[in-house]
């Protein structure tokens, strides 16, 4: 059973336009939630957790436990915010990962 | 200081070879991870170890994988018998502690495998 999902493939968005990039989740127990982002031809890196309830680089991210979502949301995109967007659930210590979103912020 | 390091970058196998790839994880870090990447995906968990104890291989796809980190620092995957199903890139993570709430993974460049 997919544990995360994100609905988009490809999300394009014009430069200071808000963006919203959905993660649903299913899990039983008390979900622990986390958004990575690939840069191009960089590592995957963390961009955020939701337990440290912290905006990084403009983006917040709120856990919705009733409707089990964590979507990533950014009122003003930068065309360096271009990247992979994964949300992943950390299981145990099994993290489950999501498809992933490709943001393009148009010029 | 030197972030995490895999080792080759790219791997191209012939169907049926054995391969090793290999995960230099930040110095000091307790946890590390492995992750299959399949095309067009997110990671796959493949399996955890705690300094050089295996504590979940759940995610390994069948007995031809093998990971190993035999002195707590170094880790090699060992894929026997390749199949084109195996074609990804492997990426490690490593994490300084156990897993504490504010404990964040580095991850590797990745190797990237292709099986002909």
């Known amino acids: 059973a997919q544990r995360v999902t994100q609905p988009e493939k490809l999300l394009s968005v014009f430069k200071g336009a808000p963006v919203e990039l959905k993660c649903n989740y299913s899990y039983s127990g008390s979900p622990e939630l986390f958004w990575y982002v690939q840069y191009s031809r960089q590592r995957l890196q963390l961009l955020l957790r939701h337990i440290s309830r912290e905006s990084i680089k403009g983006f917040t991210a709120d856990l919705n436990k009733g409707e089990t979502s964590f979507h990533l949301k950014k009122p003003f995109a930068q065309e360096e915010d271009s990247a992979m967007y994964y949300c992943a659930l950390k299981m145990g210590q099994n993290f489950v990962f999501g498809p992933g979103t490709r943001l393009s912020v148009l010029p | 200081g030197a972030g995490v390091s895999q080792s080759p970058r790219y791997k191209v196998a012939k169907r049926g070879q054995d391969v090793a790839l290999r995960c230099d994880p930040i110095?000091?870090?307790?946890?590390l991870f492995w992750y299959q990447q399949a095309l067009g995906q997110g990671p796959e968990f493949l399996t955890y170890f705690q300094n050089e104890a295996q504590l979940d291989k759940s995610g390994l796809p069948s007995d031809r994988f093998f990971a190993e980190r035999p002195e707590g620092s170094v880790s090699t995957l060992k894929i026997q018998r390749t199949q084109q199903e195996d074609s990804a890139v492997y990426l490690c993570?490593?994490?300084?502690?156990?897993?504490?709430?504010?404990?964040?993974?580095?991850f590797g460049p990745g190797t990237r495998l292709l099986v002909l």
């Open positions: 110095s000091g870090h307790v946890s």
């Open positions: 993570a490593s994490r300084y502690g156990a897993g504490g709430y504010q404990e964040t993974q580095y």
